[in-house]
């Protein structure tokens, strides 16, 4: 009897805090249900304390935020510089407060400083025009490589950015503006040429011994070339290296300019009509009416004229007859 009547009470007590659970989480649903109903969890956005403005949606605003950072408007705009960025507050705010994320994101975007991204085109690594996209820049240079601009193993890109956009100018303008026709002088541009190549094989004694203007080895030979006769040997050295006078002599020709293919180069006359021709130099080192010695520097090597490498191109003529340098010489 008695145990039964202890379970007895036990039951009744828990009845009755099962009643005064369920009187707690319904009154805790109502007070939530009246409090949400005028009430919503909202982000208050500040930046350096001044308040921007409430946003629901904090990651998709301030995702927003990150983009325009790295990648600007994706027009010209590269880039943003943002010293600060905005602080989010998570709050409790009247259901009827109206958010405002495009004004926050204008107030933030509008602190920063904006990166414009163009490309300068260069000569002679000065800055001359600017394009605003590198395709433009590449196809400017295109163009004035296929019209042989003088300068056209100068021009060169470089990417800026700033934060002021700079003037723009078309391809068309850019060929215009910086196409360098090849300096002709005709008062000093006489090409002193080869009256013919001995492709005999036959030797011809030059009476005096020669020494190697450049050491390095002989990267095209004399004679047959792309059907057209090669009237000396090419030399294949860095540019700049030192062009020494093969014998003693006096210097007939000492030309800067494209000379018929030659580019700058310096003939020397030996006597007994021998001579030696020095062509594709960078600087020349003597002028014409200098008489140099055996082994005195007169050029240095380069890539001038009809020239697609570093090189020198010896030539040694009898009697205007271009012999093969090889027969002497390498
Ligand atoms: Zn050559």
Not at 51 to 60: D, R, T
Not at 156 to 179: F, M, P, R, S, W
Request: hydrophobic share 35%; with cysteine.
């Amino acid at each position: 009897m008695f145990k039964i009547s202890s379970v007895k009470r036990a039951i009744i007590k828990i009845r009755k805090c099962t009643k005064f659970a369920i009187i707690i989480i319904l009154s805790t649903l109502l007070i939530l249900g009246i409090v949400s109903s005028f009430y919503k969890p909202i982000y208050s956005v500040t930046l350096n304390g001044e308040l921007l403005g409430y946003s629901e949606n904090k990651s998709k605003l301030q995702e927003r935020i990150n983009q325009y950072i790295e990648k600007g408007d994706g027009e010209n705009v590269a880039f943003v510089d943002i010293d600060d960025l905005p602080q989010y507050k998570l709050c409790l705010l009247k259901r009827n407060i109206v958010t405002n994320d495009d004004e926050i994101f204008k107030a933030v975007a509008s602190k920063g400083t904006s990166y414009y991204k163009y490309y300068a085109i260069t000569v002679d690594n000065k800055e001359e025009l600017n394009v605003a996209t590198f395709s433009e820049a590449e196809e400017a240079i295109n163009k004035l490589k296929e019209k042989n601009s003088n300068n056209k193993d100068k021009l060169g890109v470089i990417e800026k950015y700033a934060t002021e956009q700079a003037e723009y100018a078309n391809v068309e303008k850019v060929v215009t503006d910086l196409y360098e026709k090849k300096v002709v002088r005709k008062t000093n541009n006489t090409v002193v040429a080869a009256t013919g190549t001995n492709t005999s094989g036959k030797v011809v004694n030059l009476g005096i011994s020669l020494i190697r203007p450049v050491s390095g080895t002989v990267t095209s030979r004399f004679g047959a070339r792309w059907g057209r006769g090669h009237k000396g040997i090419d030399i294949g050295a860095p540019k700049g290296t030192t062009i020494y006078a093969a014998a003693s002599g006096t210097v007939t020709v000492s030309q800067y300019g494209y000379s018929g293919g030659y580019g700058n180069y310096i003939m020397i006359s030996h006597g007994n009509g021998i001579q030696t021709l020095y062509g594709h130099c960078t600087s020349l080192l003597v002028s014409a009416g200098t008489y140099v010695t055996q082994g005195q520097p007169i050029a240095t090597v380069g890539s001038t004229g009809n020239s697609t490498g570093n090189h020198l191109h010896l030539e040694i003529r009898v009697n205007g007859v271009a012999q093969n340098p090889q027969n002497y010489l390498y």
